[in-house]
């Protein structure tokens, strides 16, 4: 992958209101929704972590986060591979909310690397 940004930009892989709720990550802020298809990003435009890339990253490092530890934990995925990734464990959906092993399942994190393909979305 060879990045067109130093630093990407976050976005959620599908739906996730969560984040917009009152008392959400995002609750405080003026978010806005936008619904870019992923066929707009060749593959070395965009990367994936399941769960975000906070949980992700820190679950296998935290001895209290043993029980919690998935497959997908600590891995950036292509376009490709969060596909299989996806047709494998589903997506997160609302399985948090009922099922403890879950609870750090929020949402699949997509980081863009190239404002192009957005730019491109924006002007169609």
Sequence with gaps: MTPHLQHPLYFV??????LFQ???FFSSANPIKLKVP????DSDQISFTYPDSMPSFNIPWME???PYLKPFHSQVFTKDEITEV??????PGDRWKVD?????ERFIEAQIWDVRPIEKFLQT
Excluded: I, N, P
Excluded at 38 to 41: C, D, E, G, N
Excluded at 100 to 104: G, M, P
């Design 100 to 104: 403890e092993a879950w609870r750090y």
């Design 22 to 24: 009152k008392g959400g």
């Design 86 to 91: 996806v047709q494998t464990y589903g997506v």
């Design 38 to 41: 992923l066929s707009f990003f």
């Design 13 to 18: 892989l599908g739906e996730h209101d969560d």
């Design 64 to 66: 209290r986060g043993k």
